[in-house]
Every structure is written in C-alpha cells, then in structure tokens.
C-alpha cells in the first residue's frame, strides 16, 4: 500500500453527531492521497462505534483509534494519532470542524516547492449558531500572500497570533526529529506546541488560502475548554502554558519575540478572563488576581506602553487589586466607547482615577489625556450607567436605581436635566416605549437616578419575534441629549421574578418577562413562555416558523428589507441621479456649493456666497454638509446633506457647481451646468499625474481620474507657478484656467493693505471668542496631514511638548493649534488659556488675520499667509522623510523658505523666544515668497468671479478647469476605487 501523503488525525470526545461531517471533509478532499485516523479520547455518547463505521465504510482510507481512558484534553489523543500515522505530512482536525476542500492540495504543494517543515494556512471561525452564520478570517493579515521565512524570528506576529495547531500541516519526520508532542494534562496545548513548532521549524511557508473552518457553538449546553473562562482552573491552565513557552523563548534566546507574547498577553488572554470578572463572586477575584499578578510581574513596562490605555489600566489596576476602579475599567474594556470612571484632573493632566498617582509608574499608566475625555462636549460621551437597585412587585412593575458618571464633575447641581428610561426591541425597526424617571439628581458620586416600570400595563411586545428588549437611559444635559446603557455589574438579578406582559398576540404567545444580562453587561428583559398554554402556543408557532411556507415569508421579508438597503445604495442613488435626475429641467440660479468636502463653511466657496449676497444676486443658494447635523453653515440658504437624495438632485439640476475639492467623483456634471473649481492651495507636494501612485494605476483608472478632471470649466490659479504643477499635473487645458487669486485671500489682502496704510492691526470678535488678552502674542501652529505608503491619513502626533511650550511662552504668548482637518489633536488641560485648539473652527482665513505669526511645515498655508507679510517658522522635523519617502515636492522648501527653517522642538522654541527680533531679516524672502505664489491675489478675486458668472459689472477674466487632487487632503481617488461613490479617497488618500 503507498505511503500517504497527509494523515489527517480526528479527535473526537463524546461528539457522535458531528463526527462524520468532520471525516467526510477528509474524504472529499481533491487530494486523493490521504488516510484518515479518528482517535477517540473514551467517549461515552457511542462516538467510537461511529468511527468504527466509518473505518468499516473505507477500510482503505480510515482507521479507528481509541485510548484507553478519557485524558481531559485535545493532547493525547493528537499524540496518538502522530504515533501511529503514515502520511509523510500530518494534520489536525476536531470533531466539529471541517476541511476546505482544498486545503490537503495547497498545504502539501507549497510544503513540497518550499521545503517547509511547516505549513499554515487561513483559519475560519463561524458562529454556527447566529442568524447568518457569521465567519471571520482569523488574522487575514498573516494570510495576505505567499511567504516562506527561515526563522519565526521574521514573522513575530506569526507565533503571538496563529497559535492553532490544525490550519498547519507538519512534516511527520521533522515532528519526529525535534521530539514535538501536545503536552496532556493542560488546557490551552496548541499555544505550547504551535511556539515549539515554530521555534523548531527550518522553514515555515504560509499560504493565501482558507484550509480550516473552526464552528463555534456559542448556544451549546456544554462550554467548550476556552469558553470556560468562569472557572478558575482554566485560567490557571493558561497561566502555566505562558510560563513554558516563556521557557522556550528563554531557552532559545528569542527575548524579541517575549516582548511580542507579552504584548499580546496583555491584549488577549488577560483581557478574555477580565471581561468576566464583573460576573464572578470575591472569592474567584482574589484567586485569579494573586494567579494573574505572579505572571504580570514578570512582563516588561515596555509590553504595558504598547497596549491600549485602558487594557494597561486593567493591568495596573489588578495589580493593585483595586476592584472599586477596576470593575468600571472593565466595562470600558468591554464597552470601548463607554467612560465608566468620573476621572481626575492633577497638574494639568486627567487621569483614570485619583489613587495610585503617588508614582511615576502609577501616573503613567492612569493617564487618560489623549483620549480627550476632558475636551468633548457631554452629548459626544458614552457615559456608563450602574444599576444601584432592582426590585419588582412580583406581578408587573419594576422598580430601578442607578448612578450616572458625571465626567470631571461637569454636570453641577445647577445643570437642567432631565431624562427617560427607553424599552427598544433588540431587532430593528420594532416597537419602543418610554417610562418617564422618577428622580434625577447630581451627588456627590454620579448622576443619582430612579424610575418605575409599570411593565404589565405599558409594555406590548408582539411576544414572538422580539423577545429581546434592551434598556437606555435617554439623559438631557442642558438641551444636549446622550443616551446610556445600564450595567448590571454587582446587583443579583437571581430574586427577579417573572412578570406578567400583554404581548399583542395574547398571552398564549408569551406571558412573562424576566430581567437579564447581555454579553456586553447590560440589563436588558426576555419575553417567556411560562404558562402550560403558553409553552403548546410558542412551541406550535415556534414550529410553523421553520415550515417552507414560514420559509418562503421569511426570505420575502429578507428581500423587502434588502429591498430598501437597496435603495439608499451608492449604486441605486448613482443610478437615480443618472437616470432621472439628470433628465430634469436645470434651473436657473440654483447654485450649489460646497468646501472640503463639505466638512467646513469655510474657503473660497464661502467668500464667492458671501460676495454674492453682498451684492444683492438673485440666486437659489444650497450648501451641502457632511455628517448629521450642519454645524457652523448659513442659515440663509438650502443645507443639504452630502451624498443624500436632495444633495444629488440638488446637483443634478444645478445652474452652477462651486466647490475647492471635488463633488463625488461618479458623478457626470451636465453641459448646462458650469463647474468653478476654487482649488484650495498652491502647490508644494507633487499632485495628480505627477504622483508615483498615480503614474501606476492601470490605463482605465487613469482615464477614470481624467474624467472627473475634466468636469471642471474653470480652474482657479493664483500664480503661474500653479500652471506649472497643478495645471500641468492635472492635464487642464489652458481656456479652463482662470488668473483671479483665490476668492478666499482678498480678506488677507485687504488686512496688509490696511496695515502697511497705517491702520491699527484689527483682532476682530474672535480674539475675544477666544478668550485672548489683547496684549499677547498670537501664534498658529497648522500642519499639514501625513499619509502612509498605500495613501492613508496617519494619526497625528504633536512633535513638540505644548506643556513646555505653555510653561516657557505662556506669560506672553497663545498659541493657536489648528490640525489638518483629517487630523485630531487633544491638548491636556494643563495648557488651557495658552494653547487653544481651533481646528473645529471652520475658517482658517479669519485665524491668519488673528494670528500674528504662523508655525507650519508643508501646509499650502505657508502661501496664503505670506500675503499678510507677517513672520513665518517653518517647523519641518521629518524633512528628508517627507521628502524622499512620501510623494515628493515640486521644489526644495529648504532654499524658498521665507523664515527659519527648523528640525527640533529646540529649534522650534529658540526662535519662537526671538521671534520678533529675527524677524526683519525674513521680511524681503517674505514678499518675494508672496509675489512668487500669489501674483494673481489682488484682493478682488471674488468680485471678479461674482461679476462674470452671476450679473455683476466687472470686466471678463480668462478661464479655467478640471482637478481633485489636493494640495492639503489626500489625493482625489482614481475613479473605480470602492471611494468613487462617495468622492474623495479617505476621504481617500
């Protein structure tokens, strides 16, 4: 008989039903040469007669094993299998999983190209038991290409993530040679034996392809070993596991991939066991923390720096056994987006809770500053709400209590609150009802708070189909409104009684309600059916549900609701806009206009509106927005909603298109309808065609990008220097360029203007808005944003300290932080008054004219402001990556910029402490610098464009065209890309 290629050992315990989908996946295999071996750990359910079956069945292909008594765990019986396989490969299967039908071929070709000794493919996990039987690719990222290292030490995330042992196949010789076998007795031995075979393997290969389906069961009576997380024995398992691979990596050397597993360690395995702390008694707490902390101790700080702050939180707080902090800090680990601490603020800086700031290390680890807690307005948190008290009467009304964290204390006796407790049916689009709060008070600890529910009068469920309802709190601060979920944590719902509900089917249907918690700790209330007659009822309707003809009226239903998903598409509204909205008559003066993708009021869009309505023009004025509510947008025209239905049709019928950035990109503009394209910057970086990404796109993406290009029918320049990069970037035609300066900037122009004739240099309203004393000087610091290799906008960091800079600068300066506005910035409270965050303001242009001095890098900022002929720093700490790394610019900064030119945050403050001494010798590059890259801004820019397109009196102007690329946003998206719909990628780099 010949050798097989691959043994496929099936280990089974008391698992019958399962067991021969599991084997007939081995057999259907499109690799022929494989032998199944089915090694029973001692069932007592009649699994092992099932696989004497299947042996019997294929006596040629499986055989039957069992051990003679049940060993507890997956180890021994896969040993066993290895001891008595014949393949020259080896694999794993459990009983209640399956192969991909390839999986055998692909994992025994790249072995033999490669020589591997070891090789792994993609693992899928399905929740059998949902709705739509969910699947997810476990860590896709490793999976994304064929590769083949040499040592694991090249590919760390392979031994901290992939610790499975069955989407591998093993060479049987080399698990022979290096003495690989399951450790038996312990819980958890795949993460053991997959870091031994990784460590051993002189070769590992992994393939792009799905090999393995692991089903998961979440509604199973009996919990599989890693779901029984409640018992304290399975984390004990754990923990030993993670001292002998520490061993190994000890033993080995391989201190850099310790630190890799303690980074995980602290992301996943601590985190799986912490979220059931909440639900488990004190006794269980102490034992699992001295357990927990024996083994934390022993992880590098650097591990702790390398986690979110909250899992580090959790860290530091189990150590200390904290439970009064910890347990609300679990509920934010659970709930990412909730704040379940009411914070501190000390020495500028917020912290999770006021103990443990005694250290260093302590302070460290509690700081929540970034995370901008302090600086979001109420509505904007998800505040956690304790359940304090639960009693019932026992026959329908429900009688609860709880605590509200109040942020910093921000919310004052003195605050108007009001709130509502709200009954929602967990499936969408059901029924939902109110019950009004009983109390609701600011304490000293939270937002105190009571309520009844009458639920057997007031609740009318249908009693089938929603027996789930979850609870929320809907609260009221002072007219800004934030809903809450309420978390059971410490309070027994095990005297809850049933109560008695009306569903709207009769109560033959369903007849109780009893209180319960969700997965995420929250309370929520089950329909049931309690009585004899309600119990026939659910049962018989239970029944019909599954019926073909239930069938039929659920996937008609499935249909109706696709239906109208359907509807609100990209496809369908592109469709629409195409085919209906676009045969509309276009009407005369409609105007629609828009800035930054409508994210702001703001740029040369604002000051053309704002022209015309200066002028008296009869036009039909709509601006679009993005985001849910218009914020900071003109009352007196039509706001619409980026890519809604009134935006496109808006669009569609358009008189006019103004806007510095690019409507969405799919979108045909219409002969009739006159696109002006603002643009919204002169050039630095290199833009469209010019950029390396773009000259390797395919010929019909490139085509794609000229089309929306070519929209435009005029193009806004400022100077010649844009005909020679954005123009000629963008391939516009000469006619489409129009030499007026940029609408935006006559404010700038006028402020210079005035200044150089004598006039005092005017503040305006929003210095005092600001807060600003009028005898300091004003500072903007604006960066431009910064992208990843693949175009993505990467998170901004500060790269100097603004608490130095407050306690150096702040008796004389104020320094203004406006991010690009693809960026956040968070400023700790230490700075207040001396470093301001404006980046939320829409209009740059209003914080130039406030601003006596700007700080940026390689913001096309540096040329608008230059027209006010104020001093310039030029804080380009990443010159030589931003340069040569990222996608280049159109001429070296270094030589043109007209003021120091800076690398370090030293450098920064030394000139900022001579700022207006050095000034003087700056100011002739400064205005050389402003006549270079904007000649054309003579302060009448949008007059011209108002007289010429909308009625008024100004002679005629040259003309111009199509672009969307951008000078401080992300590159206009290639049409084609998954972002066209919408307009811009990232909005889309």
């Known amino acids: 008989m010949p050798v097989p290629d691959v043994s496929v050992v099936v280990i089974v315990y008391n698992d019958a039903d399962r067991l021969t989908t599991a084997v007939q996946s081995v057999l259907d295999q499109t690799l022929r040469g494989i032998e199944v071996l089915i090694v029973d750990d001692c069932s007592t359910d009649g699994s092992f007669a099932v696989a004497q079956q299947l042996a019997s069945a294929h006596p040629d292909r499986v055989r039957a094993l069992q051990l003679p008594e049940n060993s507890g765990g997956c180890g021994a019986p896969r040993n066993h299998g290895v001891e008595h396989a014949d393949g020259t490969y080896v694999m794993f299967l459990d009983s209640d999983d399956v192969l991909e039908p390839n999986a055998c071929r692909n994992m025994l070709e790249a072995a033999e190209r490669t020589g591997a000794d070891l090789v792994s493919g993609m693992c899928v996990r399905v929740n059998v038991d949902s709705r739509n039987k969910k699947s997810t690719e476990w860590y896709p990222w490793l999976y994304d290409r064929t590769r083949t290292i040499e040592s694991i030490s090249e590919l760390p995330d392979l031994l901290v993530f992939d610790t499975l042992s069955t989407n591998k196949c093993y060479r049987r010789e080399f698990l022979l040679e290096a003495g690989l076998k399951f450790p038996v007795g312990i819980h958890y031995e795949d993460l053991l034996f997959s870091a031994q075979a990784y460590v051993a393997a002189r070769r590992i290969t992994l393939i792009p392809n799905r090999v393995y389906f692991w089903n998961v069961f979440e509604k199973a009576a009996t919990k599989s070993i890693s779901n029984r997380r409640h018992e304290i024995a399975n984390f004990a398992h754990r923990m030993e596991i993670h001292r002998r691979v520490d061993e190994l990596l000890e033993q080995k050397g391989l201190d850099d991939l310790k630190l890799h597993k303690d980074v995980k360690f602290l992301k996943h395995d601590l985190v799986l066991h912490l979220r059931d702390l909440p639900l488990l008694d004190e006794d269980y707490r102490h034992e699992f923390a001295e357990m927990a902390n024996s083994y934390l101790g022993g992880i590098a700080p650097e591990a702790h720096e390398r986690v979110q702050r909250i899992q580090a939180i959790c860290a530091h707080l189990l150590a200390k056994e904290d439970w009064d902090n910890l347990m609300p800090a679990v509920d934010t680990l659970i709930n990412r987006n909730k704040l379940s601490s009411p914070l501190?603020?000390?020495?500028?800086?917020?912290?999770?809770?006021?103990?443990?700031?005694?250290?260093?290390?302590?302070?460290?680890?509690?700081?929540?500053?970034?995370?901008?807690y302090h600086s979001r307005p109420i509505s904007e948190l998800f505040l956690r709400n304790q359940l304090t008290s639960y009693e019932d009467d026992g026959r329908g009304t429900v009688r609860l209590a709880g605590q509200i964290v109040n942020p910093l204390g921000r919310i004052t006796p003195d605050t108007p609150l009001r709130g509502s407790l709200e009954l929602r049916a967990r499936r969408r689009s059901l029924q939902t009802f109110s019950f009004p709060l009983t109390s609701l008070r600011v304490a000293e600890e939270g937002l105190d708070w009571t309520a009844d529910l009458d639920l057997a009068r007031r609740l009318r469920p249908l009693g089938l189909i929603d027996a789930v309802w979850d609870l929320r709190l809907i609260l009221n601060v002072d007219g800004a409104t934030t809903r809450t979920r309420v978390t059971v944590g410490g309070v027994s719902l095990e005297r809850a009684h049933a109560l008695r509900v009306r569903p709207r089917l009769t109560r033959l249907v369903a007849d109780r309600i009893e209180p319960a918690t969700s997965k995420r700790g929250h309370l929520s209330f089950v329909l049931h059916a309690k009585g004899a007659a309600a119990r026939l009822t659910h049962r018989?309707?239970?029944?019909?549900?599954?019926?073909?003809?239930?069938?039929?009226?659920?996937?008609?239903?499935?249909?109706?609701?696709?239906?109208?998903?359907?509807?609100?598409?990209?496809?369908?509204?592109?469709?629409?806009?195409h085919e209906v909205f676009s045969k509309l008559p276009v009407r005369k003066g409609l105007v629609v206009f828009e800035s930054h993708l409508g994210k702001q009021y703001s740029d040369s869009p604002r000051a053309i509106y704002e022209e015309m309505r200066r002028q008296g023009v009869e036009f039909e004025a709509v601006w679009a927005y993005a985001g849910k509510k218009p914020e900071g947008f003109p009352k007196d025209a039509t706001l619409v909603q980026r890519w809604g239905w009134q935006y496109l049709r808006a669009l569609a019928q358009a008189e006019f298109w103004v806007d510095n950035q690019g409507f969405p990109l799919k979108l045909t503009k219409r002969p009739k309808t006159t696109y002006i394209q603002t643009w919204h910057g002169s050039a630095l970086k290199r833009m469209g065609f010019d950029e390396t990404r773009l000259k390797m796109q395919t010929r019909e993406e490139k085509a794609a990008y000229q089309e929306a290009l070519d929209r435009f029918d005029h193009f806004l320049i400022?100077?010649?220097?844009?005909v020679r990069t954005l123009a000629r970037a963008f391939r516009l035609r000469p006619e489409v360029l129009l030499r007026a300066g940029y609408p935006r900037n006559d404010a700038l122009v006028a402020a210079r203007r005035a200044e150089e004739g004598g006039a005092p240099r005017e503040r305006g309203p929003l210095a005092k808005e600001l807060g600003i004393p009028a005898d300091k000087t004003v500072l903007m610091y604006a960066p431009t944003f910064r992208a990843n290799a693949n175009g993505s906008v990467r998170g901004f960091e500060l790269p100097f300290d603004v608490e130095e800079f407050a306690r150096r600068f702040g008796d004389r300066f104020v320094l203004l932080m406006r991010s690009h506005y693809l960026n956040h910035v968070v400023l700790p409270p230490?700075?207040?008054?001396?470093?301001?965050?404006?980046?939320?303001?829409?209009?740059?242009?209003?914080?130039?004219?406030?601003?006596?001095?700007?700080?940026?890098?390689?913001?096309?900022?540096?040329?608008?402001?230059a027209l006010l002929d104020r001093p310039i720093l030029f804080f380009a700490y990443d010159y030589d990556e931003y340069v040569n790394e990222a996608r280049g610019t159109y001429f070296d900064l270094k030589e043109k910029a007209p003021g120091p030119f800076l690398r370090t945050p030293g450098e920064l403050f030394e000139a900022i402490e001579g700022f207006k001494a050095a000034d003087a010798e700056h100011r002739d590059a400064r205005r050389q610098f402003a006549a270079e890259f904007g000649e054309y801004d003579q302060g009448d820019a949008a007059r011209q464009i108002v007289d010429r397109f909308f009625g008024g009196t100004s002679a005629g102007v040259p003309a111009a065209s199509p672009v969307t690329a951008s000078v401080d946003s992300p590159t206009v998206a290639a049409a084609g890309s998954s972002a066209d719909v919408q307009g811009v990628a990232h909005e889309g780099a």
């Open 718 to 722: 400022r100077s010649e220097h844009d």
């Open 344 to 372: 501190t603020e000390r020495d500028g800086r917020i912290y999770w809770c006021a103990e443990h700031l005694e250290d260093a290390e302590g302070r460290a680890a509690l700081d929540v500053t970034e995370a901008g």
């Open 540 to 577: 018989a309707l239970t029944q019909a549900l599954r019926s073909p003809a239930a069938d039929l009226a659920k996937t008609g239903a499935r249909k109706a609701l696709k239906a109208r998903r359907d509807m609100n598409s990209g496809a369908t509204k592109l469709r629409v806009y």
């Open 830 to 865: 230490s700075v207040r008054g001396r470093v301001i965050d404006v980046t939320g303001h829409h209009d740059v242009t209003q914080l130039m004219q406030l601003a006596d001095g700007l700080i940026t890098d390689y913001s096309s900022v540096m040329f608008d402001y």
